[in-house]
């Protein structure tokens, strides 16, 4: 029997059947020896052990659209990041090792800042101005005042979206917005520290069935599969195979500008006659997004000396 993986908890995976029933399955020995690990939204074949309690194994993971290390979730179309304008501030740092991630993976993002009910236009701005330029899609709600979820879920309709972001920024409410039934546990955020209590502890597979703006106006139900991946908040990303040379790649608004650069090759950090720095100094790149490259190209650098040691030995 077919299915899709909903989630994954201490070795055991919930299957959900074309059939709509779900089994709680473990996986065969064999996905050990060959190091494979189901993920949740894995296609999976299952064999029923008993229908009654709904139990099965898989036996077989059919092959992947594409897989992605953080979240570890696999056969998705897009990812939601999601951040707060304020309270917590964002940390660019933090969604620009996402961006790098999901830029390495192939796959579209959605930048979607929360709590617009309680920032400034100003504040507001200023990321539009970073993140617009990049080509990404920038898009700001209040999930408190339910603003711009219904054009959210007009973006959502038709695709698998993981849905990413760190703590405290409103994840598992915008999440029972999205499916009612989910019954998300909604964390409550740190005064003191200003850090959300992370409430989702594992990746788990949301059908969305909600109607968005336009089909209630028509009266029609959406007929397309959407499914949303709700992920575990994080503090931190590490970037893999990402290095000093190559880390200009994952800032896409610094392609137009380089072939002014006068050396082939250019870091754009200390060359003269840059011209990824001349278009900063002339407003056509965003300066935080300019500055977090120079903090993680020193980053990557600083890191080589620790890569030299390990190959020696």
Do not use: W
Request: net charge neutral.
């Amino acid at each position: 029997m077919k299915g899709r993986i909903l989630k994954g908890i201490a070795g055991f995976y919930y299957v959900e059947t074309f059939e709509e029933k779900v089994y709680e399955c473990k996986a065969k020995g064999i996905f050990r020896k060959s190091n494979l690990k189901p993920l949740v939204g894995d296609d999976v074949e299952i064999d029923i052990i008993n229908e009654e309690k709904k139990l099965g194994n898989i036996t077989d993971i059919f092959p992947r659209k594409n897989q992605l290390l953080r979240p570890p979730v696999a056969n998705v179309d897009q990812a939601v990041i999601l951040f707060a304008i304020v309270k917590p501030n964002p940390s660019y740092n933090l969604l620009d090792r996402f961006l790098i991630m999901m830029r390495q993976q192939n796959l579209p993002v959605i930048i979607c800042f929360n709590k617009q009910d309680i920032a400034t236009k100003e504040e507001q701005q200023e990321l539009y101005d970073a993140y617009e330029k990049c080509g990404y899609k920038v898009l700001f709600i209040s999930v408190r005042e339910e603003r711009g979820l219904d054009e959210l879920k007009e973006m959502l309709k038709g695709k698998t979206t993981t849905l990413a972001g760190p703590s405290g920024v409103g994840k598992s409410s915008l999440l029972n917005k999205l499916v009612p039934n989910a019954q998300m546990q909604t964390g409550e955020l740190s005064r003191k520290i200003e850090r959300g209590k992370n409430t989702t502890r594992h990746s788990e597979l949301f059908f969305v069935e909600e109607l968005s703006a336009s089909d209630a106006e028509s009266g029609s139900a959406a007929t397309c599969d959407t499914y949303v991946i709700d992920t575990p908040g994080f503090t931190s990303l590490e970037m893999r195979d990402v290095t000093p040379e190559n880390l200009c790649q994952f800032y896409p608004e610094f392609e137009e500008y380089e072939p002014e650069c006068r050396f082939g090759g250019c870091s754009h950090i200390a060359e003269p006659d840059c011209g990824v720095k001349n278009a900063i100094a002339e407003g056509k790149i965003a300066k935080v997004r300019y500055d977090n490259y120079k903090v993680l190209y020193e980053e990557l650098k600083n890191m080589r000396p620790d890569y030299s040691k390990k190959a020696r030995r």
